[in-house]
Every structure is written in C-alpha cells, then in structure tokens.
C-alpha cells in the first residue's frame, strides 16, 4: 500500500501537480494528501497512464506553460 507523506515547509514554491486520470501505480487519493499539506497547489487532471508528460506531453505543456507563465509575471512584477 502506497503512503503519501507530505511536508508543508518543503514546499515553499507554487506547485502544479498535474494527475494522470489513469494513473495505476498514483491513487487519486494523493491529491488529496498534496492540497492538505499545500491547500494553494493547482491540480490538474489529464486523461493518461502513470508516466503523463511521456504520453501527453501536449495536454501536459496546455498546463504548464499558462503556469509558468503567471509566476514569470509574478517575478517581473516585483520591485527590486
């Protein structure tokens, strides 16, 4: 049985968890256990097995880019 352990100071960074809806090894309870200890992560669902930026690599970069692209704003728009 699989046991998610997660700890709130090591997550400091925004975090995109990006879930494969297929995922047979990742139970969707994980998310859970993830949004618990970090109640700002964005999850994302993407219709996909286990290893999702291999098999969706399409789907998954539709996620990532708009989210990378909010902290490079976020970045550009602090003063100095």
Request: proline residues 8%.
């Amino acid at each position: 049985a699989w046991q998610v352990t997660v700890r709130d100071e090591n997550l400091a960074q925004p975090l995109l968890y990006i879930r494969a809806e297929r995922d047979r090894l990742l139970p969707a309870r994980c998310a859970a256990a993830i949004r618990a200890a970090k109640s700002s992560v964005q999850i994302a669902g993407v219709n996909g097995p286990h290893l999702i930026l291999q098999a969706r690599p399409d789907e998954s970069w539709r996620l990532i880019e708009p989210f990378l692209d909010r902290r490079s704003c976020a970045l550009r728009s602090r003063p100095a």
